[in-house]
């Protein structure tokens, strides 16, 4: 169903709950019944002149008319929730919680994008990131850039952050039009979710990819298990996200160049915070020069549990390369015949990334994994697996490197 039929139905749902016909809205307006006939069934759009009038008559914003529902909003002891939003979940090859996130946004508004194109023209495919504490903060593509802009501009919807006093009101507000709200921290610290309900006192519920590990049932909302976001009041409000609008993408491939442009950026970062967050080829040294330690130095290395963040961050690491693999496989053919056999060339060591770690990290150890903190030390010999997988994973990325600054080189 296209954006044009589903505006026309949002239009023939609006009238009809204003309790209008066809002919007296048309009458209203100044138009033809013709004409809001083919409004309402897809065949044309109103002309933007009329915008305001038929947003004034059917007592919305001219965003809920051009934005309509995909999920409908339900009434639920005085609050409002959005009906049937998916579950966030681990261990789908969806594993970057701002990418899953944003994905549930882009859904709401009928924008058909997949995970690896978000992953893809944002350049969140590209991103690594280490701290010396093995922090599990370094997996957050915002430490570095912000991943939203490029992807509004690839996909051609405008973002804004809700950062201002009345942020609850305009949530609410959201929420009632079939608009879940991204953020940060809604449940737990520095991980992405959304809030797409609220009740009637003043409580916000959502999901994130950590319910399953907080499953109190005192603390789920209506049949879709939207679980308390105990954690949005004192959440960043720099970081609360929603979608305001539609604009006009970018040429395809404008977004192609940006997204190696990004990669670019990203490989070659410096470090940030006073040397805190390194990225790139200097985060993979970071990873290995820790896993060769001996068994006391690599325990002393974070107070957070070291192997569990080591695999919070080689997951992640993961993700990442796959959805790059997916992105090039499929976007080269857009390019010039030259540059086209360059980016299936490293949408191949990106599969070699992945390959790698995987031998390490298997996909049935992975899925085990998100039910828990597996915390108990890695013994040397599993550590240096692990080494000698990122060393062969550094030099795939140094290639990777070296074709795309060519590639960008005869754009």
Known sequence: MNDTKKIGERIAKLRKGRGLTGERFAELLDVSPQAVSKWETGKNLPET???PAISKILGVSIDSILIPETYPVKLHQGGHYIDGLPLLQWGQSRD????GSVKLLLDAIGVNVTYPEIMGFSGTCYYFAMTPNWCPSAAMPQIEYNPNIPLEKAVGVEGVNLASEDRDCKIREAISRGMPVM???PRVEMEWGVLCGY???GRFYGRSYFDHLKPDEKDIFTDNH???ADKYPGADPSLIYALSGRTAPLPLIESLKASLETARSLYTAK??????YLFGIDAYDILINGLRR???DFAAITQYGTTGNGIILLTRLIDARRAAHSFWAEKSQYLSAINARKMRDVAELYSGIVSAL??????EFIASFQDGYPFEAWPKETRLRFADALTTCKQLEQQALGIITDVLKHW
Do not use: K, Q, S
């Not at 970057?96 to 990418?99: D, H, P, S």
């Not at 995987?358 to 996909?363: D, F, R």
């Open 49 to 51: 002149i009329l915008l």
């Open 96 to 99: 970057c919680t701002w990418a």
């Open 183 to 185: 953020l940060i921290e």
């Open 199 to 201: 009740t009637g006192d």
């Open 226 to 228: 939207y679980f308390l």
């Open 271 to 276: 470090p940030r915070h006073n040397g805190h």
């Open 294 to 296: 001996d068994a006391a």
């Open 358 to 363: 995987g031998t390490v990290l298997p996909n």
